[in-house]
């Protein structure tokens, strides 16, 4: 039987959803120049590899997890918790390139994000196959059952259901956050591998999100909003009549979740709203009047000069999701306005470059 959860839109959720929607509309309007978001990009890739690893039981600190990552510091005793964040982090560095090609969640890249969380942050891998027999989630101090997850032999079967219906309901209008909760709460029910389960999870949120459009420009971390109360992170997780899966688990309505989780989406944003518009607002000064001149899709481009010297149409067309002929004439428009230059005029590789008028709001 094909995968079909059972929630109801409550109001509840409704009002979150519309939370959501206000601070992200917020958050794309904001003059931040991309030196401060690199900046702020970066802190919540380091905000996000931190709390998920802490969930599982790490204890580098959020200060250590960053001087690990930047390969300054190691913390002797603390190895196996080095090799965790390492993972995590480039299980992120790889979950962005997954976006920029703007395919669909597929199960060879949740494969590769799990086959990362696990290889000790060794960036090449091979995409992990399932579990091929059974675990036990057990309660860490009375050893009792919590969660007998389904056999080995029905994991493909339900994680192919899973992907296909992620990729159903993108075109269905079933809104991203309400299919990012249902995936991650769908993939923690399947717990396709003995361990990792967690991580690659809350990575399957995220990806589901920034490929549906909620990527708010990388700046924000669920991780956070799970680990500050882990308590009510697992309780909204655990749902149904049975801790078996079978007695009842994969039938459940899991409504319960779902207000939780577009709850956590909906504070997360709100907070990176707040963040930005301050950064913004420190950032932008004195090129405030400068930075006024340009519309939003120009304001945007400039993440990609903060990248590169030059650009080309096939980056614009990635940025905004637009044809290749439609980022041409885009460019042209923008050279005819003095934002950009003709770097090199090859008509197959064209290049532009920011005008110098503009070069000081990448500097």
Excluded at 176 to 195: E, G, K, L, N, S
Excluded at 252 to 270: D, H, L, M, Q, R
Aim: with cysteine.
């Amino acid at each position: 039987m094909p995968f079909a959860p059972k929630f109801t839109i409550t109001v509840k959720v409704a009002t979150d959803l519309m939370r959501i929607e206000a601070a992200r509309s917020a958050i794309q309007h904001l003059p931040i120049t991309p030196s401060v978001l690199s900046s702020l990009r970066e802190t919540a890739k380091l905000l996000s590899t931190h709390y998920s690893t802490m969930i599982e039981g790490n204890l580098l600190t959020q200060e250590q997890v960053s001087t690990v990552i930047e390969g300054k510091q190691h913390f002797p005793g603390r190895e196996r918790d080095e090799k965790e964040v390492l993972g995590y982090y480039a299980a992120l560095e790889k979950l962005e390139k997954f976006v920029a090609g703007r395919s669909g969640v597929t199960e060879s890249q949740i494969q590769t994000l799990h086959a990362l969380v696990m290889a000790e942050g060794r960036k090449k891998v091979k995409p992990t196959p399932y579990r091929d027999g059974q675990n036990v989630i057990r309660d860490g101090r009375s050893r009792g059952i919590i969660y007998m997850p389904p056999e080995a032999k029905d994991v493909p079967q339900l994680m192919h259901e899973m992907t296909t219906w992620i990729a159903r309901t993108e075109r269905t209008g079933l809104p991203c956050p309400i299919r990012a909760a249902i995936a991650h709460y769908q993939f923690a029910t399947i717990h396709p591998y003995y361990d990792g389960n967690g991580r690659t999870a809350r990575l399957l949120t995220t990806l589901v999100l920034h490929l549906g459009g909620y990527d708010l420009k990388g700046l924000y971390s669920l991780e956070e909003y799970y680990a500050r109360n882990l308590g009510a992170y697992y309780e909204a997780l655990t749902i149904g009549p049975s801790h078996n899966y079978y007695g009842g688990r994969a039938k459940a309505n899991i409504t319960k979740w779902v207000e939780y989780f577009c709850g956590g989406v909906a504070e997360s944003f709100e907070a990176v709203q707040q963040r930005a518009a301050e950064a913004a607002g420190r950032g932008a000064n004195d090129r405030s009047p400068l930075l006024r001149r340009l519309d939003p899709r120009q304001r945007k481009a400039l993440e990609l000069f903060r990248e590169g010297v030059t650009i080309t149409s096939s980056h614009v067309a990635t940025l905004f999701s637009i044809s290749e002929r439609a980022a041409r004439n885009l460019l042209s428009a923008w050279v005819t306005d003095g934002f950009v230059v003709v770097a090199d005029p090859a008509r197959k590789t064209r290049k532009y470059a920011l005008s110098n008028e503009f070069q000081s709001a990448v500097d």
